[in-house]
């Protein structure tokens, strides 16, 4: 027998003894049989020396039914101990936080200024690649993407399924969401998001290597509304802003993060990048719930089965049987 199985209700155990006590305590069931009335009976048995039985008789059974049915009561008995499997206790994690990802799809990332593994590649195809190993450790929040460039959209929702939001970073590509870079819009598209959520805990990380060119709303305006519903924002500048080739304003970077209690980082390449995500993973920690959680497997209805068609089959031998009798006779 596996280590992993037991009885959920193993007392059931003493019920199999329940049909040889009620075999001891109660009463035989006697039938009545049909009796012919002649005048001159006792006269008839006295001659033909019969002794006269009586009006009711105890129907006997055949030994095979018995058996047959004590071990249909047994498999019932087993079906109701409830036998199951055990699997080994696992972790259940709850979910204790939203975190939003703000990606910047302008045209500047597609800037070929990156190195990963020795190959130059664009900025968002770099930044991509280390986001999405971020994405799937964040094993007990709930994350979501925003995408945003002259517009701000939403790729995917808030969500537990980190591999889909990871598919969906996948599938994302430079000019999605226009060619400029608002920054206040994709701070305000991301409060709308988290307005729809139950959760309190709210984390905003803005990507970003331009500078903001939006007129409906300043980044510091939403930045102001993003404090006031408790929401911290962390930005990472993408490249060297003392570099020719970048637009990157680390000032108002720097002043989102201040004001929302969040930090500021710079990014210059891949490497420095998955320092960043690490330091993240220190300043919001990836929290489980120690609540524990045992698979368990039921197997009570294999002696349930088993039972039902034991009782089809000597239903089917005894019409077999009384067949047979009727053929002889």
């Known amino acids: 027998m596996p280590e992993n199985f037991q009885f959920a209700y193993p007392y059931v155990a003493f019920l199999a003894a ?19 009335i002649y005048p001159y009976f006792n006269a008839a048995a006295t001659v033909s020396k019969q002794k006269p039985k009586k009006a009711s008789y105890i129907k006997k059974r055949s030994w095979y039914i018995s058996v047959f049915m004590y071990l249909i009561w047994l498999l019932l008995i087993l079906a109701m101990a409830s036998p199951e ?27 070929n200024d990156w190195v990963t593994d020795g190959k130059r590649v664009t900025r968002w195809e770099g930044v991509k690649n280390i986001m999405g190993d971020f994405i799937i450790r964040r094993e007990s929040d709930k ?4 995408f945003f460039a002259s517009n701000a959209y939403v790729q995917a929702p808030f969500t537990t ?19 400029m870079t608002n920054i206040g819009k994709a701070i305000v598209k991301g409060m709308d998001l988290f307005e729809r959520d139950t959760i309190q805990s709210k984390v905003m990380l803005l990507l970003t290597d331009g500078v903001d060119s939006g007129t409906e709303i300043l980044p510091l305006d939403a930045a102001n509304m993003a404090k006031k519903d408790s929401t911290i924002i962390y930005t990472i500048g993408i490249g060297n802003p003392g570099s020719s080739s970048s ?13 929302t209690g969040g930090k500021y980082f710079r990014a210059i390449d891949a490497q420095e990048l998955e320092k960043i995500y690490a330091e993240l993973d220190t300043l919001e920690p990836i929290e489980y719930e120690e609540e524990s959680y045992t698979p368990i497997t039921l197997l009570y209805y294999y002696p349930l089965g088993a039972a039902l068609g034991l009782g089809l089959f000597l239903v089917l031998i005894n019409n077999l049987v009384l067949i047979f009798k009727r053929l002889i006779h």
């Open 247 to 259: 637009d990157l304003d680390e000032r108002t970077l720097i002043e989102i993060a201040e004001l």
């Open 85 to 111: 499997l055990i699997g080994k206790p696992e972790k259940k994690i709850k979910t204790s936080r939203n975190f939003l990802i703000l990606a910047d799809l302008s045209f500047s990332m597609a800037k």
């Open 143 to 146: 994350m979501g993407l925003v």
């Open 161 to 179: 399924d980190l591999k889909t939001v990871k598919t969906m970073l996948d599938e994302a590509d430079v000019g999605m969401a226009g060619q």
């Open 18 to 36: 329940l049909p040889f006590l009620v075999y001891w305590l109660l009463p035989a069931i006697k039938n009545r049989s049909a009796a012919l």
